[in-house]
């Protein structure tokens, strides 16, 4: 057997000319970018890892990549999905195998035996054929032929079969069994699964069919002497063509290119494909990045010629292009080819390749203008399927993702495909954009055929949860739970995923509100065990969910019971442990949380109180244990024991200070102190509040902090240290949501110091006019804003402007039908305000029909105060005493 180094020139071209164009290996497993196990979802109907589906896409991008030849771009993307950590591991040999076709594809062979060698059945025909070929390139015909032997066709996927040929008729060629080879290079052609695969055969049996020789000077002698005798002959051509390639592989490769420029000026070269041959073998030699070997190119492709060879010339340029991101050059040509008067013959096959170009460039508008192009120009085109996929990739890739659109392409794509695999695949893809558009009834409708389409390789479990999920968003319930019922592992249901969609069901039902139906369906699962195998920490978890709805749904009586079997089942270990340590952690602590929480809310705090105790213990600075302080103390605050609830808060702030609950704590402890409402206890407050913000500088309740500080100096009449506080906040943020609130209450505290003191009244005006005035504001704000800023006209002998600003307030936002159902409770409650102070404005100046109309307003528009509204009213019925 001939060892690598021993393999002649030629053989070494034939050999990397197979390898370099090695790229349609994929097809065969095609399916796996579009049989991705589709990820589950949460209780919020957002599907887990949603990276899987950019896997997915991503796959289906590598595929297109190495179908259209592109290997080095396809190789790199399996390398990024290979990095992710959310590729299955069954998935993940497959791509395997995927990358090592394409590093084979771009002559990268360490690192392809390298992926190879990942793969784990070694006995696998997809593994053996990758073998082969590397084994092939390596120079050990005898080896390769004897794998292949052993590989049968059937045994291949159907765009596997034909490299199985072409790698038996070329080691046939080299071994000169030529009608064998002549015998595998037709049939390999006839089987090629894709035109570009069959373009890229069309380039490997060109060269092969130019010469299967032994490259000496004594050939190239006579070659040289035939191409003499017959000049400008077809024979002549002929001979000139292989003479060419010897001297190619005898290192004469300047000599070798100067003689075929030197036969294209031959007239007779333009009878039939000659000349189109030769500019063709000018770029093999050349090569397709060399100024000449482009210039062939070009002449080749701008011709009226042979449509076979300049489909291997267009995609052998555009393959390097892509592989160098020297893509300026073939965009030219690209947009020249296109923009001409006559129709080129590859015209579609122009568009699509652009669109090609342009998306590799992340240029997505003009991918999709020449897509539809090629859609609209050329309907029956044999590339409209790969235009379909192209959209549909775009608009998934999309920022942000067009899902309807992309859904709407594969749609179309299926339309075009026949039942099988692919078209089962698409559909759920098309499931998918569906579901990440929110459109659950389309996509339950579209999981509903996927599963009548599944092919074996797909999860029907997985397709069957979707579809739950699907329902569930659509907010079906008893359709989500027909299915569910329905799920058995006879339908290739497994259990865990069944119990998955389960959750995913009653987490939806607790979140809606729907407490008992939840509660309800926990119960029957529980209790129904027998019929549905349920996996033990799933069976815990539901025991546990179970427990925390009965404390949801009103029945905290039933929770210490069920506490007490999760944390029983827990800790019996007869049968070895039914979770993992972490996971039997979590539970007991959150059972003892829940349980300590039914306690309190039953009123046994004794009981509680315990339990807390038991759970500090033995889980000290965890979450729940952090959270049983916060139970603790708004128990206390609830039956309006603040100082004990004050206490807890402290304590939890002492004991946890790193905890995010901390700064919550301090800021309910600060509420209870001032709730107590005395002077000592607003000190109290103010203390602790300085304390959160000197502790927890960047935490977002800052703000509040410092807000309540004011408050609460104003309450102890510091109306200077409000003042500062309420200035500082009005500069520190600008931007804060609730900065107007800091200004309103600075007009407050201008208010309250003005007595008749002109100066600080106009800028409390000036300062309550500007916030009634802005848009962006809350309309509670604003109505607030305008009472004060009309009391504030009245403290300065203004009332006829206060009159004025009271009607303004009125009409603009009580009496506007498009406003006044804005108004919350706090503008509900300065409108009545505002109305009395009005309608005392018309009492004082005897206008007493226009009290009597103002005050109708409080009950035409439900505010409170009704009945001292009417009371006045009535007054104005009865006679004088």
């Known amino acids: 057997m001939q060892s690598c180094a021993q393999k002649s020139p030629k053989n070494r071209i034939i050999h990397t000319c197979v390898l370099l164009l090695f790229a349609s290996l994929i097809a065969g497993l095609a399916t796996l970018a579009h049989g991705q196990e589709l990820p589950l979802a949460d209780g919020d109907l957002k599907i887990q890892h949603q990276e899987t589906y950019a896997l997915a896409w991503k796959l289906g991008a590598a595929q297109d990549a190495l179908e259209g030849g592109f290997s080095a771009l396809a190789a790199n993307l399996y390398r990024e999905v290979l990095d992710s950590p959310w590729l299955e591991p069954v998935k993940r040999q497959q791509v395997v195998l995927l990358r090592a076709s394409a590093l084979i594809g771009v002559a990268r062979f360490e690192e392809a035996r390298e992926a190879l060698d990942l793969y784990a059945n070694k006995e696998d025909p997809q593994y053996r054929l990758r073998d082969a070929i590397l084994v092939y390139q390596a120079g050990d015909l005898g080896r390769a032929g004897e794998i292949l032997g052993n590989i049968s066709l059937d045994q291949l996927d159907p765009s596997d079969r034909p490299w199985h040929l072409l790698i038996r008729g070329l080691i046939a060629s080299v071994r000169q069994e030529f009608e064998s080879a002549e015998n595998f290079f037709q049939q390999t052609r006839e089987s090629s699964s894709s035109p570009a695969q069959r373009t890229h055969f069309d380039e490997i049996l060109f060269r092969n069919r130019l010469f299967s020789g032994q490259a000496n000077e004594d050939l190239a002698t006579d070659l040289s002497s035939s191409l003499e005798a017959n000049l400008g002959r077809r024979e002549g051509f002929e001979y000139g063509k292989v003479y060419a390639v010897v001297l190619d592989e005898l290192g004469r490769k300047v000599e070798a290119v100067e003689l075929l420029e030197e036969l294209l000026r031959f007239e007779s070269v333009q009878e039939g494909d000659l000349e189109d041959q030769i500019l063709l073998l000018v770029v093999f030699i050349a090569g397709e990045s060399s100024p000449k070997g482009k210039h062939a190119l070009r002449e080749l492709l701008s011709k009226d010629g042979n449509a076979e060879l300049q489909r291997v010339g267009l995609h052998l340029w555009l393959r390097h292009a892509l592989d160098t991101s020297q893509t300026e050059d073939i965009r030219a040509l690209f947009n020249e080819l296109i923009d001409r008067p006559i129709n080129h013959a590859l015209m579609d096959e122009l568009y699509f390749l652009r669109a090609y170009l342009e998306l590799s460039s992340n240029h997505m508008n003009q991918a999709e203008a020449d897509a539809n192009r090629l859609l609209e120009l050329f309907p029956g085109s044999p590339l409209s399927n790969s235009a379909l996929r192209l959209l549909a990739y775009t608009s998934w890739r999309r920022e942000p993702p067009r899902y309807r659109m992309a859904a709407g392409y594969l749609n179309q794509l299926r339309a075009l495909l026949p039942d099988g695999p692919d078209k089962a695949h698409l559909t759920i893809l098309m499931a998918d954009c569906y579901f990440l558009n929110e459109d659950f009834e389309n996509a339950s409708s579209a999981y509903a055929t996927a599963l009548l389409e599944a092919p074996e390789n797909i999860s029907r479990g997985t397709l069957h949860f979707q579809r739950v999920l699907s329902e569930i968003g659509a907010g079906r319930f008893d359709e989500a739970i027909t299915f569910l019922n329905d799920a058995t592992e006879e339908k290739g249901v497994d259990p865990k995923t069944r119990w998955r969609a389960e959750w995913n069901l009653i987490s939806k039902l607790k979140s809606t509100g729907q407490i008992e139906s939840a509660f309800e369906r926990v119960q029957g699962l529980l209790s129904d065990q027998d019929s549905i195998a349920v996996p033990k920490d799933l069976r815990l978890r539901l025991m546990w969910l179970y427990a925390q709805l009965s404390l949801e749904a009103r029945r905290p009586g039933d929770t210490p019971v069920l506490c007490q079997r999760i944390i029983a089942t827990l800790e019996d ?309």
């Open 573 to 881: 270990e007869s049968e070895g442990s039914p979770v993992e340590p972490y996971l039997r952690d979590q539970l007991i602590s959150r059972t003892l949380l829940l349980q300590g929480q039914a306690y309190f809310a039953l009123g046994q705090v004794e009981q509680g109180s315990a339990v807390f105790e038991e759970l500090g213990q033995k889980y000290s600075g965890t979450e729940p244990h952090i959270h049983s302080y916060l139970t603790e103390a708004r128990y206390y605050a609830s039956v309006n024991r603040t100082v004990e609830a004050q206490q807890r808060l402290i304590d939890l702030a002492d004991d946890a200070p790193d905890s995010e609950y901390a700064p919550i704590a301090l800021w309910e402890a600060a509420l209870n102190a001032e709730q107590r409402g005395i002077s000592s206890t607003y000190q109290d407050a103010l203390g602790i509040l300085e304390r959160l913000v000197r502790v927890y500088p960047d935490h977002d309740l800052v703000y509040y902090a410092r807000l309540k500080q004011a408050d609460l100096s104003r309450d102890l009449n510091s109306f200077g240290d409000a003042m500062n506080i309420y200035e500082l906040l009005i500069n520190q943020y600008p931007e804060h949501p609730e900065r107007y609130r800091a200004e309103i209450s600075r007009a407050d505290c201008l208010l309250a110091q003005a007595n008749r003191n002109v100066t600080r009244l106009e800028e409390a005006s000036a300062t309550l006019q500007r916030l009634v005035d802005l848009s962006n504001l809350p309309v509670d704000l604003r109505v607030e804003a305008g009472y004060k800023w009309g009391f504030a006209e009245e403290k300065k002998g203004r009332e006829d402007l206060a009159q004025e600003v009271y009607t303004m307030i009125l009409n603009r936002f009580l009496r506007d039908p498009e406003v006044v159902g804005d108004l919350g409770a706090r503008g509900r409650y300065w409108h009545a305000r505002l109305i009395f102070q009005l309608g005392d404005i018309f009492e004082r100046q005897k206008h007493y029909q226009d009290a009597r109309q103002i005050y109708t307003l409080v009950s035409a528009y439900g505010l409170p105060g009704r009945s001292l509204a009417e009371a006045k009213i009535e007054r104005f019925s009865q006679p004088r005493n």
